[in-house]
Every structure is written in structure tokens, then in C-alpha cells.
């Protein structure tokens, strides 16, 4: 680690969201510096079909990388981390875009991680009950990659399989497009695709889904050099790269991350001494991750293998090296918590109210059951009316896209209380929803004592205080909220040798705080 009369050493995070691109520049205490985000297009061809362009989200990664450096001594950028969703990228073998829509439009090369076209796919692949899914909580889910990858062989052979030379992982993309290197990050590989960190690909499990062509040429179209996350590739940053993203060219570029697992390792590995913290002192493993965005990742580790049914993993080393990974998730919260509130006939209203006192519509609502709830805590609002939140099927602990949402305890009137009432039942629901996937993770072997949340909805006291009093857990907030950006940066600073590992990283920069 660069000593204290040493120059002062800077490394660039990259995050790409459902929504868009979000960059940082971290010095070597782990102190974010400047920040820039950049909106990326998303296209919605028909309902469950979401769709995405790599081209777009490159030169959004372009604008926001120019002006995170802005002003800083380019010689002292070190290291390029990237993390992004977990969304599949086609390329054909001169590496240029494959369109995975029927219109043919090659600009949607991207399925999005949301998507769940592939339905009828994930169905036949479960119905093999090959060993490999005892890796993904015994059910695979629609949201991984192979379903995808059968869907597009049945459905767009001709137009996009047959040219197909690349199938990537978007983190893994973005890796490649800054160095031409195509090795795969274990992380991707291991928790979407059902690479085996220990035994690498399984031949039977393609072979029996209907997908042999892609072990052909040692599994050259998705993937058969894969390094660990934060290992630096190739020669660095190619300069045509570099020129697009305004950084010296040849700096380190880390093998990547998912986006969830880069919040994972902006928290969850965290060094909270000092802090007077119920959770010093106590192991890593007890410690859940939440990282909660358009979506929730419930990140837990541990020294042996657990198998949690209906949660993904154990996955070794595809975050923190060295620690198996489980992974609970809910495939919708703030994208749910969206559709509630805008959908509701009170909503222009709130709109307005919120505009007129300079707040977002959610610190409106807040302050609006703040206003409404009298001498009763907030929860107590909700005790007619309750939601359930799987308005996009139960990725954890349930494992079944089938499900659907339901409010019950409805009444006439729609008027900004009820609003208010309704995004409060939604909130809760999610945060019941992540009480379920602790108990499932217990049930199976974790002790968790203490959640740490970063991601958007981590800014919102209503969503932190909810998942607080319903798991009855404490919840530890970092001071730097942009703690995936973070664990970008992490992955940078790796790459760029000034630390051994991105275990040994500890964000000494970062303040914590409780919640209980």
C-alpha cells in the first residue's frame, strides 16, 4: 500500500446499472473523490423482453470516466475497475453487435438480467436436475444465463446463434472492450453461467440442455480463460481505450465484478473498528450484505460450502477470495416500490407537492407518515393492508418465477394517506421478503448477526428502518453511500499491484453507523 510521503494514488470504479452508468474516483484509503453518472437507454419490445445496447453503454462509460479525472494528475491514476448487471452481451466473431430481437436491430444486443423471455427454457433445463443446479439453490433461475443462451439457439438461429462468436457477461464485456482481452471473470462465470471455480465447465450439463455447439473450441465463445476478480489482464489499457475514456493508456483493468458482488466487497469485508459497533470483533461470516437497487442481493460468505435451497451458490471465491458465497435475492424492490407509487391515482399530486418543496416524491412520503402515523410507530400504519412483492416471480428462498403480487385490506378512497400507506406496505414486504432468505440461510448453517445495506434504496431511512425492526437485525450504513462504486475501484487498485489482494484491502477512509 502506498506509504503516507508517497504520492497520493487514484483508481477508477465503474458501475453500470439497470439505468445507468455511475463512476468514482477512490484514492488508497478507499475516500471517494468525484463522482459522475450517465443515463443508458433501455428498450422494452414486448412485455418480459428487456433489451439493452453495448455500444450505448460503452460510450456512457466515456462521458462519465472524462469527467471523474478531470483535474487529477493522470499519472496518478493507478488502476480501472468495472462492475455492471449480471446481462448477457452477443457479438458476432469480428465483435460487433448481434441483434437478440426478432426486429433484427442489432443495436439491442444486450438481454437485460431482467428479462424473462425464457421461461419455457429454464423449465426443460430444471427438468434435467443435473448436479450442476445443486449450485444455484437447486433451481436455476430465468434470470441466469443458459435459459437465455437456449432461447436465443431456438428462437433466432439464422440472425443471431448461427453468426454468434462471443456470448459475454457484461462485466466481462466491459473488461474486454477496455483491454481486447476476453478471459472471463470467475465471479460471472461461476454464479450465472455454472462454471465450477474447482472443476470448470461441465460438459454433460450443455450437452444435456441442448446447447453443444458451445463446447466446441474448448468453450471459446463464452469463456475458457477465467481469472479471479481485481487479477490485471493483458497489457493494460489498449490505447484506442484509453482515448475514449480520457486515462493514460497500459493503467491496470482488473478482471470485474457483478455489480451486486462489488457492493458486497465494498461492505461486507469492511474494516468497522472504531466505531463502537455491535459487529466488531465478530466474524465476517456473521455479517449479510444487502445490496438493494432496482433489485436486492442478500450476500452471505463462509469458510465451507452451504447449500441453501432456493438460494444461489455456494459459489467459492466469486467475491471475496478464499470464502464460499450465497446469494439471495428479489428480482424487483425499488423497480417495485416505482411501479406502486407511480401507479397510483394520487401520484400526480405527490408529484407536485414534492416538486413545490424542492424533495424526491420518497422523502415526501416519508415525511407524509411522519405527518399521518400520530403516536403510533410508522409500522403500525400497514396493520389493514399488506403486499406481497413478487410482482416478478420469488428468485429467493422460494425459487418460483410463477408467483405474482398481491395487496390486500384495499379500500375506495385514493388519496395521498392511502399512497403514502401502500408505499409503506410495499417497503415492509420487501423487507419481510429478506427476513425469509436470513431464515432460509440460517435454517441451512449461517449465523447472521448484523446486515450491512449499500445501494440506492440504502439512502432511504424509511427502507433501512423497516429491514431493521422486521429482521430485528442491526443495520450497519456505510458514511460513503456509493459503496459498489467502491468495490469497483477496489478491483482497480488490485489489478494496478499496490495491494496483494482485495482481502487485504481495508477501506480505512470510510465511516459506519447503526441503525436499530
Known amino acids: 500500500m502506498p506509504g503516507g510521503n508517497e504520492p497520493r494514488s487514484y483508481y477508477v470504479g465503474m ?32 412485455f418480459n423482453h428487456h433489451e439493452q445496447s453495448s455500444e450505448d453503454i460503452w460510450a456512457a462509460c466515456c462521458v462519465v470516466s472524462k469527467k471523474v479525472v478531470q483535474g487529477v494528475n493522470l499519472h496518478q491514476i493507478r488502476g480501472l475497475g468495472f462492475d455492471a448487471t449480471c446481462s448477457l452481451v452477443v457479438l458476432d466473431k469480428q465483435f460487433r453487435p448481434l441483434p437478440v430481437n426478432p426486429e433484427g436491430d442489432s443495436r439491442r444486443n444486450i438481454i437485460m438480467w431482467l428479462d424473462h423471455r ?90 444435456m440442455v441442448g446447447l453443444e455447439d458451445l463446447v466446441t473450441d474448448n468453450y471459446s465463445k463464452i469463456g475458457n480463460q477465467v481469472l479471479p476478480p481485481g487479477a490485471s489482464l493483458g497489457s493494460g489499457l ?48 456473521s455479517r449479510l450484505a444487502v445490496i438493494c437497487g432496482t433489485s436486492s442481493c442478500h450476500m452471505g460468505i463462509s469458510k465451507n460450502p452451504i447449500f441453501v435451497p432456493g438460494v444461489w451458490g455456494p459459489y467459492f471465491s466469486a467475491m471475496v477470495p478464499g470464502f464460499w458465497l450465497n446469494e439471495g435475492g428479489q428480482s424487483v424492490t425499488g423497480k417495485l416500490i416505482d411501479h406502486m407509487v407511480q401507479g397510483h391515482a394520487a401520484f400526480p399530486e405527490l408529484q407536485a407537492k414534492a416538486t ?32 406481497w412483492p413478487d410482482f416478478h416471480g420469488n428468485r429467493s428462498p422460494l425459487a418460483d418465477l410463477t408467483l405474482k403480487g398481491m395487496v390486500t385490506g384495499l379500500k375506495l378512497s385514493q388519496d395521498l394517506d392511502d399512497l403514502a400507506i401502500l408505499y409503506l406496505a410495499t417497503v415492509q414486504a420487501i423487507a419481510f421478503g429478506t427476513r425469509l432468505i436470513i431464515e432460509a440461510m440460517e435454517s441451512a448453517g449461517h449465523s447472521i448477526s448484523t446486515l450491512f445495506l449499500c445501494g440506492g434504496l440504502s439512502k432511504n431511512p424509511l427502507f433501512v428502518q423497516m429491514h431493521a425492526d422486521i429482521t430485528g437485525l442491526p443495520v450497519v450504513l456505510s458514511q460513503e453511500v456509493e459503496s459498489v462504486l467502491v468495490g469497483a475501484a477496489v478491483l482497480g487498485a488490485c489489478a494496478s499491484g499496490d495491494f496483494a489482494s482485495v482481502q487485504l484491502l481495508q477501506l480505512t477512509g470510510q465511516e459506519w453507523v447503526t441503525v436499530r
Open 15 to 46: 458501475d453500470v446499472g439497470t439505468g445507468s452508468v455511475r463512476a468514482a474516483l477512490v484514492d488508497q484509503r478507499g475516500t471517494l473523490l468525484a463522482f459522475a453518472d450517465q443515463p443508458i437507454n433501455q428498450w422494452e419490445p414486448q
Open 238 to 285: 489498449t490505447p484506442e481505450a484509453a482515448k475514449d475514456l480520457g486515462l493514460p493508456p497500459g493503467i491496470a483493468v482488473a478482471a470485474s465484478l457483478i455489480d451486486a458482488h462489488a457492493g458486497g466487497l465494498g461492505v461486507i469485508g469492511a474494516d468497522v473498528k472504531g466505531h463502537g459497533l455491535a459487529c466488531e470483533g465478530q466474524p465476517v461470516t
Open 118 to 207: 425464457a421461461v419455457s427454457q429454464v423449465h426443460r433445463i430444471n427438468e434435467t436436475k443435473h448436479s450442476v443446479l445443486q449450485y444455484v439453490g437447486g433451481v436455476m433461475s430465468v434470470e441466469m444465463q443458459a435459459p437465455k443462451l437456449l432461447w436465443l439457439k431456438e428462437n433466432l438461429r439464422e440472425t443471431c446463434w448461427d453468426k454468434a462468436g462471443h456470448f459475454f457477461d457484461l462485466p466481462d464485456f466491459l473488461s474486454w472492450k477496455a483491454t481486447g482481452v476476453t478471459a472471463r471473470s470467475l465471479c460471472s462465470l461461476v454464479c450465472k453461467w455454472t462454471y465450477s471455480a474447482e472443476k470448470g465447465w461441465d460438459d454433460s450439463f450443455w450437452k
Open 356 to 387: 413545490a418543496r424542492g424533495q424526491s416524491v420518497y422523502a415526501y412520503l416519508n415525511s407524509h407518515l411522519d405527518l399521518i402515523k400520530k403516536a403510533q410507530p410508522v409500522g403500525f400504519l400497514t396493520v389493514d393492508l399488506h403486499v
